[in-house]
């Protein structure tokens, strides 16, 4: 069974960074990739980055690229989300996810999701 728990959230001014993290614990070495979304109410689940778990390989949002970086530390099975110059758009539940798949961008191709994390940026 795996299990994905998300930090990291919280109240922030626009212009400031957060560090998500999302810890894993399970069959971690049937992961291909761990990626992370974000929801905001009545919208549907956005692909924001995801990396490979073995060989590192990042991919990105277009409309993230620059601002966010993804990173993992394999000894601690832990996905990081850095999130820099933060902006209220950028306010909504943040959620890690993993996948044995190849559809890194895809969020029906994650089979195992945290609870999520909430990130508010006020302006």
């Known amino acids: 069974q795996v299990q994905l728990v998300e930090s990291g959230g919280g109240l922030v001014q626009a212009g400031d960074s957060l560090r998500l993290s999302c810890a894993a614990s399970?069959?971690?070495?049937?992961?291909?990739?761990m990626g992370w979304f974000r929801q905001a109410p009545g919208k549907e689940r956005e692909f924001v980055a995801a990396i490979t778990w073995r060989g590192g390989s990042t991919y990105y949002a277009d409309s993230v690229k620059g601002r966010f970086t993804i990173s993992k530390d394999n000894a601690k099975n832990t996905v990081y989300l850095q999130i820099n110059t933060l902006k209220p758009e950028d306010t909504t539940v943040y959620y890690c996810?993993?996948?044995?798949?190849?559809?890194?961008?895809?969020?029906?191709?994650?089979?195992?999701w945290g609870q999520g994390t909430q990130v508010t940026v006020s302006s």
């Open positions: 399970g069959s971690v070495f049937s992961f291909n990739a």
């Open positions: 996810a993993a996948t044995s798949t190849a559809y890194f961008r895809s969020a029906n191709a994650y089979g195992y």
